[in-house]
């Protein structure tokens, strides 16, 4: 075997093609051993042959040669001119009053930033495309699980109409695998477009590393960073199913055997944010399908006792919140917000607020802390350990609704001394992240005036939902701010009077539930705002809302003071 072309020889010096290398030339990128430096170094007198030890190759900086004097190399960098100079353009006219700096100095700044990049890519961006990814397939997992409960429910729903409906269950069915095809399709385009750009990121990382590890400084220079167009994370794709309605048995078999409502698969610009250490709610797994209820049953009937602040005014009872599926927190017209026992309707604690004034709303953080709002004092305040932390303290304006959202931070709306401006603001601790108070086109997404009563809670999709006493109307926007519809309510109504929303919650299924306090009932509305059924279980002028883990409804009832346990999902 020919040591010179063996796989496990050491390295030949690249003259004379024997010896073992011992030296290298940083200038010509050459191999030598110690009899071949000298025969180097005379082979083209015209270039400065930097020859170090082997070891230390590529120590020497490679100056850039200058396009203007080809014999000299670029030292230099002007700032003005943005590109490198030789000691002979500096002494030009060209470059006169120009700032002129060493070129290491520049290359050391980027060859810094390129680090920060390739940190930036490897560290954050390409792990929350892998992150992207993983939730797309998991969506198409749960797509397909989804779909087959639909098909499911149609065929056992096929099987009480027997022969005469075969066709109609093959048609529907055939509408569901079209849906399912079509959305799978445009999922599975997504998810080669993001591995697409995964690979390409990747692709960009090893291109970066291999530019960092160069001397020639010409490279270094002249290397374009694309660290920005990663940056712009791919619209999240939202899906909506359909949804199958059964009906009953009649002559008109079509029409009474069920429908189906359409599909829809959209692309929300702001769905997905960079990684971080915290989980946003969409990173688990989506929570079990759970229908609706032919007939809503009240479970428990808790007993609030209410003090009214004022003699003249009679007790009433306004906000519930879950501690857990055990204790709920409850606050109306008087100066303390109260802890019950669920299951034994007893009176476990008693807050009274910092300021001695009625509190206008209650929450629970993701902690278990009570959070609520004091108008008089313009503050919302925490309750950790039954000490009162001041939170967040306002000038000119006044707080009404709070919420505390799946990634901790607080929701409140709010409206300015005058009445006549309401806005929605979020917080993380005591920092304002967010104000929302106006749509696309400039006007106010919320009502103003001097009877103000708003509601605020986050949906499971990160939708915002507010109702609003003024215009009587639920109003949900995106994440982003963006207005997504507006519910104003839906007839017949059990009392047939005006729709007036009070108290708003969500729950596992992306419901929004509403209490109508004029028609004693709870509307449900989907996530994109169709009604779905209302709940009255002999309600009683119903306020505040809240549900629990396992989806039960709780219900504060103003004028008899009692909360209501009740069960609506299957």
């Known amino acids: 075997m020919d040591p010179r072309t063996s796989a496990q020889d050491v390295m030949r010096c690249d003259l004379c093609e024997t010896a073992v290398v011992q030296m290298h030339c940083d200038t010509c990128l050459v191999n030598l051993c ?30 850039p040669k200058c396009k203007h004097h080809i014999k000299e190399r670029c030292e230099m960098y002007c700032n003005q001119c943005d590109i490198p100079v030789c000691t002979s353009c500096v002494a030009s006219d060209k470059h006169l009053g120009h700032k002129i700096v060493k070129i290491l100095q ?34 198409m997992s749960q797509l397909e699980k989804e779909y087959g409960d639909l098909s499911t429910a149609i065929t056992k729903h096929g099987e009480d109409w027997h ?24 999922l599975q385009k997504h998810l080669d477009e993001i591995n697409k750009t995964m690979s390409d990121i990747k692709d960009e990382i090893d291109s970066l590393e291999m530019v960092t590890d160069t001397n020639d400084l010409s490279k270094l220079i ?103 599926d055990e204790e709920i927190w409850t606050s109306g017209n008087d100066y303390t917000v109260k802890l019950y026992s669920i299951n034994q309707g007893s009176l ?9 004034n009625v509190p206008w709303d209650i929450a629970v953080t993701k902690s278990g802390d009570l959070v609520y709002t004091d108008i008089n004092d313009r503050t919302v305040n ?69 009877y103000n009563k708003f509601y605020i809670t986050e949906n499971r999709n990160l939708d915002i939902c507010v109702s609003d006493h003024n215009t009587n ?58 009604f779905l059924r209302y709940i009255d279980c002999g309600l009683s002028g119903p306020w505040g809302l809240c549900t629990d883990t396992n989806d039960n409804l709780f219900v504060a009832q103003q004028s008899n003071k009692q909360v209501k346990k009740i069960k609506y999902l299957h």
């Open 34 to 63: 110690t009899a071949c430096v000298g025969k180097h170094m005379i082979s083209d007198e015209s270039k400065k042959h930097e020859v170090v030890k082997f070891q230390a190759r590529k120590s020497t900086p490679l100056f």
């Open 106 to 139: 520049v290359s050391d700044e980027r060859r810094n930033k390129i680090m920060k990049d390739i940190t930036e890519l490897n560290e954050t961006i390409y792990p929350t495309y892998q992150d992207i990814a993983s939730d797309v397939q998991n969506r």
């Open 163 to 186: 022969r005469e409906i075969d066709k109609l269950v093959k048609k529907l069915k055939a509408e569901v695998d079209e849906m399912k095809n079509t959305q799978l399709q445009t």
């Open 222 to 324: 002249s290397v374009t960073l694309n660290v920005n167009l990663y940056s712009n994370l791919p619209n999240k794709m939202i899906l909506s199913l359909p949804k199958f309605t059964p009906g009953t048995i009649h002559e008109e078999l079509v029409k009474l055997f069920g429908t189906l409502s359409s599909s829809s698969l959209t692309s929300d610009k702001h769905g997905y944010s960079m990684k971080t250490t915290q989980k946003s709610p969409e990173a688990g797994s989506s929570p079990p399908v759970k229908q609706l209820l032919d007939e809503p049953e009240t479970v428990t009937t808790i007993k609030i006792d209410i003090q009214a602040v004022y003699s003249l005014i009679s007790s009433q009872l306004y906000n519930v919140a879950c501690l857990s």
């Open 348 to 356: 476990l604690k008693s807050i009274t607020t910092k300021s001695g």
């Open 382 to 450: 925490i309750v950790k350990n039954e000490k009162i932390e001041e939170v967040i303290r306002l000038q000119n304006w006044k707080h009404l609704g709070v919420c505390s959202t799946s990634s901790g931070d607080l929701l409140v709306i709010m409206y300015s001394d005058d009445y006549k401006q309401t806005k929605y603001v979020r917080y993380s601790g005591s920092t304002e992240k967010q104000t929302i108070q106006f749509d696309d086109e400039g006007k106010s997404l919320y009502s103003s005036g001097s």
């Open 473 to 530: 109307a639920v109003v949900v926007f995106n994440q982003a701010g963006k207005l997504r519809f507006k519910y104003i309510g839906h007839t017949p109504v059990p009392k047939n009077q005006p729709f007036i929303p009070r108290g708003i919650t969500t729950d596992s299924q992306s419901h929004i539930l509403t209490a109508d306090i004029n028609n004693d009932c709870v509307h449900i509305i989907d996530q994109d705002g169709q």
